[in-house]
């Protein structure tokens, strides 16, 4: 199957995707909101400028789109048949920029999660999600309280 772009087009398209404030990004934000947690977004003071970050609980998300991360399985995944060596190039490093940056924040004694974009579809389903990786990440006991803080 060939590209419905010439090469110009498609280069203007993949640039004008965004990286940030995505409508993934944006829905977990609402719904972690709704649940009542606080978080600072796009912390460049840590490896790999995660999405979401919640301090207390030193805990780091990630917000990925399926096909730019690789979603394993997923079918927004799938690679361009076109020019498939400079995907393969492109995606692969995606995905071994993600790993090092996890495995950076480890180190740094942050917990890490991934959600991912076909994953924010289903509000529910999304907060169940956010809640089951919250209770792995509960906040240490005996931290202080601030009222300005996540829960």
Known sequence: MSDVFDKL???AVMRSVASRDT??????VAALH??????????????GIPDLVLRRRRLAIFVHG?????????KHARRPTSNRSY???????????????R??????GWRTAVIWECQTRDVPSLQRRLQ?????????????RNPRSEK
Do not use: Y
């Open 103 to 108: 495995r950076q924040l480890n180190r740094l």
């Open 9 to 11: 087009q498609r280069s």
């Open 66 to 74: 399926c096909f730019w991360h690789g979603h394993d399985g997923c």
């Open 23 to 28: 409508a993934p990004e944006r829905r977990v």
């Open 132 to 144: 089951s990786i919250l209770r792995r990440c509960a906040a240490p006991t005996g931290a202080n």
């Open 87 to 101: 995907w393969d190039r492109k995606l692969d490093g995606n995905l071994r920029r993600d790993r090092s940056r």
């Open 34 to 47: 709704q649940m009542g947690h606080r978080f600072a977004q796009h912390d460049a003071q840590l490896p």
